[in-house]
């Protein structure tokens, strides 16, 4: 029995290096987090997840990185946050019953080690891992994963409803009162009525000015005719990094990126300043001459202008069979 | 010159418009007529089925038979009170027609022809009310454009071709109208204007739910002319004839009811029509009072009338007496609150928002006019001016969330960009001047009128010596330039109506493999063998979509359609589809079902078919049986849609994919079974059976496939057991006929 006994401690010396953190400490980290939930790094996820643990998580795997451009993973994030937030508020010393559960946030680009360890090729991913018993080896922290099925819908309910199916602990929905935006609200409010107070004369000059309303409904219907609306609906990128560079146009025509709708209201927006100046200021120069100068030149200005538009509408729309001018963008 | 001479000249004015509009009108109709031309005179898509039986119905029995329908074949078992949940307008028109055509002047009109080539028809009445609207923003030639533009924009052709008898088809015709009408009431200030804008108002809303636009849009119109000081006696007489005479005849809409005066959507008229009584009251002291009692009277009162107004709006929502937001209306400023809520909405693409593309495609050279129309309307700035710009900047943000309302910003595109361009025309088409001018000593004896004199006094100094070359060639260019783009214009909405707009969708239009034209004609043909086969009072089970199809083309008696007011009815469809054999024949049995119908492409690629819906069949269903029908149960560990060898459990265990491939690995002999929509390979070792239901019918190209519900087994089995020992007798038979033709009979007969 005796000559056991170094293997023993050497045993114990191997499990206290590998094994994962201890449910204190797990506490204290997840409380000095101040978000409640810990992120993962290269350096730490072996520490949370590897070898024995006493303690539940939820593992979100995700990734902010824009190369990526997961959508899904951008929408659904806040839930994972609010979620974690609002479990360390209705549990803020651990559960009374049961196993304590921690949440923890990886982003691919910040451990690209544990991502390939799970070997996954899609994110996000949400995983509900049980606590292992003493003598789990490190690779096995990934056997028993339940991953979250993401329906669509109101993402913070149906985590919620899922993280009570799975544990039993029900998480109590409270929503924060907002401090910093009442104090906004507050200051907002008050600014407005000073500067009404003070600058009336001005204020109400700007609001009777014909021109301020001018522009500001042109500008407002460049945006709505040029997509601003849907960009805004579908949240999507505003460019598309790819390995070769940047896409800017998607090359679907039911598709379109942040950036489309500002080159495309900038080109109607071009086209209409060009015509303006053709209807309004060219047509009344009165030397014939001159006139006729100035006619070819915004003329060509627009041919050029509304060719490269339309350029551009090819690139959207493949098959598309009219073009002014070949630029050899499309 | 003598009157006479004078007079010439107007008739010829006249009479090249006419002309002009008689040309635009050909033009638009003839444009929508590709799908007629290519195909035959039929009805498209799904909506317009139900219309053209609605019309149908009205056309054999009497109005108020039409009114009081009650239509047992659909959504059965529990019907729908069809008389009371449509738009008339559509129906009664196309009647009216059929009557007038029939019995006045003696033409035996088929009334499917008249419902085919509705839309078109009416595509000419609404570029003259185009006309006449923007001839009141600027002038004739402005209209003229604007009646081309409204003619042959693709963003209204789109839902105006023939064979697309749809609401849409006469509404915006009678948007049109009400504009109009409205801009000319206001303008003169008649009862008379106003009561006929009331008239086309009441039209529009028995013809089209979006009549809540002009709800909403006159009364801001009425609201910002109030708010910038501009309030006239004849605006108060426009609008208070328009609203109380509008607002009554809407109740007349059995559909509508007491809405106008309940629902949200419609208090801005209300609340207009309030504040324009106190409007005219503060005017009328005004003129009898010193200024400085107004003012105390002025605050007074505006204080007053503000809390008693928001009081009295919270009292009437808190008792219940005005309606919540209604979902479909509350998807238009959130679609985000419809994709999570309401699964049926965030199903139909049509509630999509809009990308740039889509808008320019619909449009194309009014997208960029369209803002500089909005820049001339704010320099004139008169009443009408700032309807067109209210009318664009909301109709714009509509358009950006909700694809199909590209409908309602494409007249107003038509008309500023027509007043954009009328202005450049007008600054360079006139050439007149230049040649008069240039030729005064030959023609000095001719006196006109003290106008032209003047003009050509003025032009005099610009143009003395000799030809005007250069000014005529600055002419030529920006004439011949936006000519082209006109042209160019043309061009693109012709391609764009041939090419995106004249699809029936009934029937499909395909290559033989030499390359001749071919028609693929699944759909009718397994609507008529429906019709011919199947008792009359058969109950057909199909997916919501092709219910009104059902109901048009094969007369049988659906349990869902496209009008889709019950959810859970449809969501009980869902889930039949979704749920296996067993739990689905419950479900068949009780509602009667006699026949199950599927759309199946994947013979043929067609990408529209029930599988590729069938994640909107699981997830409706799921909203109602949350622990029966799951979502995450059709997707694989990986989280993809499988219908191959990976496919899930409960995906090969559905009917949906029971009844879509079944036999289709028999079908291709052997040979890999490639489902040509998913690129997917259905394993042919998995046999698929069927104990419930059986074939009985599939089309030439599989698009369509009938089954038939079975009976409950004679001996008292459940059908699983039945259908197990049948499948074995009859492997038993085939093993015993195999033996007996082993030794076939070779001795003589004697």
Request: include cysteine.
């Amino acid at each position: 029995m005796k000559h056991w006994t170094p293997v023993v401690f050497l045993a114990f010396l191997w499990t206290q290096v590998f094994a994962a953190y201890s449910n204190s400490e797990m506490k204290t980290l997840v409380k000095n987090s101040g978000s409640g939930y810990i992120r993962l790094s290269e350096a730490n996820y072996k520490k949370h997840l590897y070898g024995h643990r006493d303690y539940d998580v939820v593992l979100f795997m995700t990734s902010q990185a824009p190369q990526l451009n997961c959508v899904l993973c951008r929408e659904y994030t806040p839930a994972f946050e609010a979620v974690a937030q609002l479990y360390s508020h209705t549990f803020p010393e651990g559960v009374s019953t049961g196993r304590d559960l921690y949440f923890l946030y990886a982003d691919f680009l910040d451990a690209k080690s544990l991502f390939l360890a799970m070997g996954l090729d899609l994110i996000p991913k949400l995983y509900y891992m049980e606590a292992t018993p003493e003598s789990t080896s490190d690779d096995d922290f990934n056997k028993q994963n339940n991953p979250y099925p993401f329906y669509q819908g109101d993402f913070v309910e149906l985590t919620n409803q899922w993280v009570y199916t799975m544990t039993g602990h029900r998480i109590e929905v409270y929503t924060p009162p907002d401090y910093s935006k009442m104090v906004f609200n507050a200051i907002a409010t008050f600014a407005v009525v000073f500067a009404f107070k003070r600058f009336r004369t001005q204020i109400f000059a700007i609001l009777k000015s014909n021109y301020v309303w001018g522009i500001g409904t042109i500008i407002l219907v460049l945006l709505f005719i040029s997509g601003q609306m849907f960009t805004q609906i579908r949240s999507v990128p505003f460019m598309y990094e790819k390995k070769e560079g940047v896409e800017v146009f998607a090359t679907n025509a039911q598709m379109q990126y942040g950036v489309e709708t500002q080159i495309v209201s900038t080109m109607y927006g071009l086209m209409g300043i060009v015509f303006l100046v053709l209807a309004n200021r060219v047509s009344s120069i009165k030397n014939a001459k001159v006139q006729f100068m100035a006619v070819t030149i915004v003329s060509v200005l627009l041919y050029l202008l509304y060719s490269i538009f339309l350029s551009i509408f090819n690139i959207k729309y493949r098959g598309y069979p009219y073009m002014l001018l070949d630029l050899g963008v499309a | 010159m003598t009157p006479s001479n004078g007079l010439h000249v107007e008739t010829v004015r006249v009479l090249l418009r006419v002309v002009i509009f008689l040309s635009i009108a050909g033009a638009a109709i003839s444009l929508r007529l590709f799908s007629v031309i290519r195909f035959e005179s039929i009805i498209h898509e799904f909506d317009p089925w139900f219309n053209y039986r609605a019309t149908k119905y009205l056309v054999l029995h009497s109005f108020y038979e039409f009114l009081n329908w009650f239509d047992e074949r659909t959504w059965y078992p529990l019907g729908r009170v069809t008389g009371g949940t449509l738009y008339p307008g559509l129906m009664v028109t196309s009647g009216a027609i059929w009557h007038v055509m029939r019995e006045w002047l003696r033409l035996p009109v088929d009334i499917r022809n008249i419902c085919v080539l509705l839309a078109p028809a009416f595509s000419g009445v609404t570029a003259v009310f185009t006309y006449l609207l923007t001839k009141e923003m600027k002038d004739g030639s402005a209209g003229l454009l604007a009646a081309l533009f409204m003619g042959i924009a693709p963003g209204y052709i789109s839902r105006s071709v023939a064979g697309s008898y749809d609401n849409e088809a006469i509404a915006i015709t009678l948007l049109m109208a009400t504009f109009y009408l409205w801009i000319k009431a206001m303008k003169v200030g008649s009862i008379f204007y106003g009561a006929l804008t009331a008239l086309s108002y009441f039209y529009m809303v028995s013809a089209w739910g979006g009549y809540v636009f002009i709800t909403n849009l006159i009364p801001l119109h009425v609201f910002v002319l109030l708010l910038m000081g501009r309030y006239s006696p004849r605006l108060y007489t426009a609008y208070t004839t328009w609203y109380a005479l509008g607002t009554l005849a809407s109740m007349q809409i059995p559909f509508v009811g007491f809405l106008p005066i309940r629902s949200n959507d419609h208090m801005a008229g209300l609340g207009v029509f309030g504040l324009i009584q106190l409007v005219a009251l503060g005017a009328y002291v005004r003129s009898n009072v010193p200024s400085a009692q107004f003012k105390s009277f002025f605050a007074v009162s505006i204080v007053l009338v503000v809390s008693l107004g928001v009081l009295g709006l919270f009292a009437l929502t808190a008792a219940g007496w005005i309606a919540p937001w209604t979902g479909r209306f509350y998807s238009l400023w959130d679609t985000n609150y419809a994709k999570i809520h309401i699964p049926i909405i965030a199903s139909v693409s049509e509630h999509q928002p809009t990308p740039w593309p889509a808008i320019f495609f619909d449009t194309n050279m009014l997208a960029w006019l369209f803002p500089v129309g909005l820049y001339y309307c704010f320099q004139e700035l008169r009443d009408e001016h700032l309807f067109i710009i209210i009318y664009g900047l909301f109709s714009a943000y509509f358009a950006g969330v909700m694809v199909r309302l590209i409908l309602t910003l494409t007249p107003v595109m038509c008309v500023a960009g027509a007043i954009a361009l009328s202005k450049l025309f007008d600054a360079y088409m006139d050439i007149t001047d230049l040649f008069k001018s240039s030729g005064s000593a030959q023609a000095s004896s001719a006196a006109d009128s003290s106008s032209e004199t003047e003009k050509k006094s003025s032009k005099r100094s610009s143009s003395k010596k000799g030809f005007p070359l250069f000014q005529l060639l600055t002419k030529a260019i920006v004439l011949s330039s936006f000519v082209y783009y006109l042209a160019y214009f043309v061009m693109h909405c012709t391609w764009v109506t041939s090419n995106a707009y004249s699809s029936p969708s009934v029937v499909l239009p395909s290559r033989n493999p030499d390359g001749s034209p071919a028609i693929i004609d699944d759909y009718r043909e397994a609507y008529y063998w429906l019709r011919m086969n199947t008792p009359e009072d058969a109950k057909v089970m199909a997916w919501w979509d092709y219910g009104y199809q059902i109901g048009g083309m094969a007369d049988r008696t659906t349990l869902v359609d496209n009008n889709t007011w019950n959810n859970t009815h449809i969501a009980t469809v869902g889930k039949a589809m979704a749920s296996s054999e067993e739990v689905s024949y419950e479900i068949l049995k009780q509602h009667d079902v006699d026949y199950v119908l599927v759309i199946f492409g994947g013979i043929l690629g067609y990408s529209g078919d029930d599988i590729n819906k069938f994640l909107w069949m699981v997830r409706i269903a799921e909203g109602i049986w949350p622990n029966e029908v799951r979502e995450r149960d059709f997707f694989t560990d990986k989280g993809e849609y499988k219908v191959d060898s990976e496919a899930t459990e409960a995906m090969r265990n559905s009917l949906m994919y029971k009844m879509s491939y079944y036999r289709f690995t028999d079908m291709h002999n052997g040979r890999e079974a490639v489902d040509r929509v998913r690129s997917q390979v259905i394993p042919s070792d998995r046999k698929i059976t069927l104990d419930t239901v059986e074939e009985a019918y599939t089309t030439q190209n599989w698009i369509v496939r009938i089954y038939k519900v079975k009976d409950l087994d004679n001996l008292g089995r459940d059908l699983q057991s039945a259908g197990k020992s049948e499948r074995q007798e009859s492997a038993a038979a085939l093993g015993k006929r195999t033996r007996n033709a082993k030794k076939p009979d070779l001795d003589l007969r004697v």
